[in-house]
């Protein structure tokens, strides 16, 4: 027998608070991926089939909305993931620079998560703050006018 997918009793509750608030259930797609992603770390195969029935639409289609929103993380991630917008702006103010240094000291490429899993480095398109161009995020902290002499410093010294 093949197991259904289920989505935890605090995601569900979560889930619907949104969906009180819109006139059809397919509305909070993102947001429903948001929240089964702050509890599970990220949305596996099988969090989007969960979500897409409890929402009333195909996971085809909810994998396309996941997949296109670059914040959701479609594969397992470290503890904290290091967003390093690599568009326009921050391209012409050195993003380039700032990649190389934190390849440096955590060892990692885009893609990747250090050893010790403690973070996963993702490119990103644009994260609204051009004019703080270049920009990064850590986790939930937004870093803007980044030189690459700050980078240790963000990093907390990670080796
Ligand atoms: Fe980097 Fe807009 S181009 S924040």
């Known amino acids: 027998m ?33 929240i089964v992603q702050q509890h599970r770390g990220w949305v596996s195969d099988e969090s989007i089939k969960a979500i897409a029935s409890y929402l009333d639409m195909s996971a085809d289609e909810l994998d396309g909305i996941a997949t296109f929103y670059n914040l959701i993380f479609r594969r ?39 050893s010790d899993n403690r973070y996963t480095l993702l490119p990103v398109t644009c994260l609204g ?5 270049p920009v990064m995020m850590v986790g939930e902290e937004l870093h803007e006018d980044v030189a690459e002499s700050s980078i240790v410093r963000i990093l907390g010294g990670s080796t």
């Not at 197991?3 to 909070?28: C, F, K, N, Q």
């Not at 703050?129 to 161009?133: M, P």
């Open 129 to 133: 703050a051009c004019d703080k161009a």
């Open 76 to 114: 397992p991630v470290g503890d904290k993931v290091i967003l390093l917008c690599n568009s326009i702006s921050c391209w012409i103010k050195g993003c380039d620079g700032l990649q190389q240094k934190i390849t440096e000291q955590l060892g990692v490429q885009f893609g990747e998560t250090t």
């Open 2 to 34: 093949q197991l259904v997918p289920t989505l935890s009793e605090e995601e569900l509750r979560l889930i619907d608070a949104e969906i009180a608030h819109v006139p059809y259930r397919s509305a909070v797609a993102i947001d429903a991926l948001k």
